[in-house]
């Protein structure tokens, strides 16, 4: 049709889960692929020269050697803590009070909001990120700045007010009743509004109270279509004070399970020191563990155990956990869960890292039908990218004799200068490199 677009380059598609499957039965490459996008959709893939022939009115734009992949999916993030990234010498608690707290305090106002919401995204996008799920802070207008901002953008993205009503400065305290009552509302305002879905978020057991807790549990049961998302067993004294404040609790989940936030479509970040009973919790509920790897080594956190993980059924995603985290950039967000796997004793293979930073978040998400993947009938929201991107890489990329030592010196060695093109919903983002598309 008149308004088809051919899409020509190096095509990285999953067919299977590359955990549970031989690498090669996993993963579709095309040296020479193209994708048809009609409609915001893919509405074809396959060689550039059978979809040249197929779809002769299209518009060509031809990448040459660049790889072609889905947009990568950030799944867990904190857009408000963009200002403070790489704020140095503090562990998980001290970290939050010295830095990340005074910090979105800032969020009251929401000029302050509109203004971090737009270099969130200009940042996200230039390293290729296109969809993420978003702690906002407890502000109402931060909520507002983030959707309005990916709306602006035609972006497939979840996020949510941040509850706390205790442990937290004044200034960024709620209550049970308010947060309750502001997330309902705005899950009114934003949820299932185009491509926006609404996160439930109570911040993290230690700034809630039971009743907040409560609150939260009700809310998710009454909008029971919309993800929640939090944190779960990240530092040691993070444990600690969370048997201290909950006595009765079996473990640091079993606060969220009595308050009925355990279940399909939550999202638990971090999850590195658990019990053997929170993960058989955690697998037979459904719920989703996210990797944050720059931030586990950044704030001091410990060792994700993915292959363990993993090969008990896990859903895991992959995320930056930007400001705790290190990087904007989930190529370093991929090297980082690299190096923690080899730590660990597992080298995680690149189609692995690739896969947890698509279709892996995307399962997270619960959004694997329609973005993650190259495939027909995906939205069409892709990364284009250079595998010789900088004289570093370029030298060792020459040296490749396979498709994944190709791609992995980008892996390790690449940033957002390994970003040719961005594509949402079927069209090319203005301000990347696919400008020029
Ligand atoms: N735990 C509670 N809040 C936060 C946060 O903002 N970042 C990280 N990394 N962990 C948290
Ligand atoms: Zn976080």
Same mark, same amino acid.
């Given at each position: 049709?008149?308004?088809?677009?051919?899409?020509?380059?190096?095509?990285?598609?999953?067919?299977?889960?590359?955990?549970?499957?031989?690498?090669?039965?996993?993963?579709?490459?095309?040296?020479?692929?193209?994708?048809?996008?009609?409609?915001?959709?893919?509405?074809?893939?396959?060689?550039?020269?059978?979809?040249?022939?197929?779809?002769?009115?299209?518009?060509?734009?031809?990448?040459?050697?660049?790889?072609?992949?889905?947009?990568?999916?950030?799944?867990?993030?904190?857009?408000?803590?963009?200002?403070?990234?790489?704020?140095?010498?503090?562990?998980?608690?001290?970290?939050?009070?010295?830095?990340?707290?005074?910090?979105?305090?800032?969020?009251?106002?929401?000029?302050?909001?509109?203004?971090?919401?737009?270099?969130?995204?200009?940042?996200?996008?230039?390293?290729?990120?296109?969809?993420?799920?978003?702690?906002?802070?407890?502000?109402?207008?931060?909520?507002?700045?983030?959707?309005?901002?990916?709306?602006?953008?035609?972006?497939?993205?979840?996020?949510?007010?941040?509850?706390?009503?205790?442990?937290?400065?004044?200034?960024?305290?709620?209550?049970?009743?308010?947060?309750?009552?502001?997330?309902?509302?705005?899950?009114?305002?934003?949820?299932?509004?185009?491509?926006?879905?609404?996160?439930?978020?109570?911040?993290?057991?230690?700034?809630?109270?039971?009743?907040?807790?409560?609150?939260?549990?009700?809310?998710?049961?009454?909008?029971?279509?919309?993800?929640?998302?939090?944190?779960?067993?990240?530092?040691?004294?993070?444990?600690?004070?969370?048997?201290?404040?909950?006595?009765?609790?079996?473990?640091?989940?079993?606060?969220?399970?009595?308050?009925?936030?355990?279940?399909? *479509?939550? #999202?638990? @970040?971090? /999850?590195? &020191?658990?019990?053997?009973?929170?993960?058989?919790?955690? !697998?037979? $509920?459904?719920? %989703?563990?996210?990797?944050?790897?720059?931030?586990?080594?950044?704030?001091?956190?410990?060792?994700?155990?993915?292959?363990?993980?993993?090969?008990?059924?896990?859903?895991?995603?992959?995320?930056?956990?930007?400001?705790?985290?290190?990087?904007?950039?989930?190529?370093?967000?991929?090297?980082?869960?690299?190096?923690? *796997?080899? #730590?660990? @004793?597992? /080298?995680? &293979?690149?189609?692995?890292?690739?896969?947890?930073?698509? !279709?892996? $978040?995307?399962? %997270?998400?619960?959004?694997?039908?329609?973005?993650?993947?190259?495939?027909?009938?995906?939205?069409?929201?892709?990364?284009?990218?250079?595998?010789?991107?900088?004289?570093?890489?370029?030298?060792?990329?020459?040296?490749?004799?396979?498709?994944?030592?190709?791609?992995?010196?980008?892996?390790?060695?690449?940033?957002?200068?390994?970003?040719?093109?961005?594509?949402?919903?079927?069209?090319?983002?203005?301000?990347?490199?696919?400008?020029?598309?």
């Amino acid at each position: 049709m008149e308004n088809d677009i051919l899409i020509l380059g190096q095509t990285l598609a999953f067919r299977d889960d590359p955990f549970a499957t031989d690498i090669d039965a996993a993963v579709r490459i095309q040296s020479r692929g193209g994708l048809v996008l009609r409609d915001g959709k893919i509405a074809a893939t396959g060689t550039g020269q059978d979809l040249r022939a197929a779809y002769p009115d299209a518009r060509v734009i031809d990448y040459g050697d660049a790889l072609i992949s889905a947009g990568f999916i950030d799944a867990h993030v904190h857009y408000p803590q963009t200002g403070i990234i790489a704020s140095w010498g503090k562990q998980l608690i001290d970290w939050l009070n010295t830095y990340t707290f005074p910090e979105e305090t800032r969020f009251a106002d929401p000029a302050v909001a509109a203004e971090v919401a737009r270099t969130y995204f200009d940042l996200a996008l230039a390293n290729g990120t296109t969809s993420m799920c978003s702690f906002c802070t407890i502000h109402p207008g931060s909520v507002d700045a983030f959707f309005a901002e990916a709306a602006r953008r035609n972006m497939r993205v979840a996020g949510g007010k941040t509850c706390m009503d205790r442990n937290a400065p004044a200034g960024l305290r709620d209550t049970a009743q308010s947060a309750h009552d502001d997330s309902q509302t705005l899950i009114g305002r934003w949820h299932g509004k185009g491509r926006l879905s609404y996160a439930i978020t109570p911040r993290f057991a230690p700034t809630s109270s039971p009743e907040q807790l409560e609150a939260m549990g009700a809310l998710w049961q009454q909008n029971s279509d919309c993800l929640m998302q939090t944190h779960l067993s990240e530092q040691l004294p993070e444990i600690s004070w969370v048997h201290e404040l909950f006595p009765e609790a079996r473990d640091y989940l079993d606060v969220y399970e009595k308050f009925g936030l355990l279940g399909q *479509g939550a #999202l638990f @970040g971090h /999850a590195i &020191h658990l019990t053997d009973r929170e993960k058989a919790r955690l !697998v037979e $509920s459904n719920a %989703a563990l996210i990797h944050c790897p720059t931030s586990n080594t950044f704030i001091g956190s410990g060792l994700f155990d993915m292959a363990g993980l993993k090969a008990a059924g896990h859903r895991i995603g992959l995320a930056t956990d930007t400001g705790g985290g290190s990087s904007f950039s989930m190529l370093h967000t991929m090297a980082a869960a690299y190096e923690i *796997g080899q #730590l660990r @004793g597992t /080298a995680l &293979h690149p189609a692995q890292l690739w896969w947890l930073a698509t !279709v892996g $978040s995307a399962r %997270a998400m619960r959004v694997e039908g329609r973005i993650g993947n190259l495939a027909v009938g995906m939205e069409a929201d892709l990364v284009v990218l250079d595998l010789a991107s900088t004289p570093a890489i370029a030298q060792r990329h020459a040296r490749a004799e396979t498709f994944w030592e190709a791609l992995f010196p980008t892996i390790m060695l690449g940033d957002d200068r390994a970003i040719s093109s961005v594509w949402i919903n079927g069209a090319p983002v203005p301000d990347s490199g696919a400008r020029n598309a």
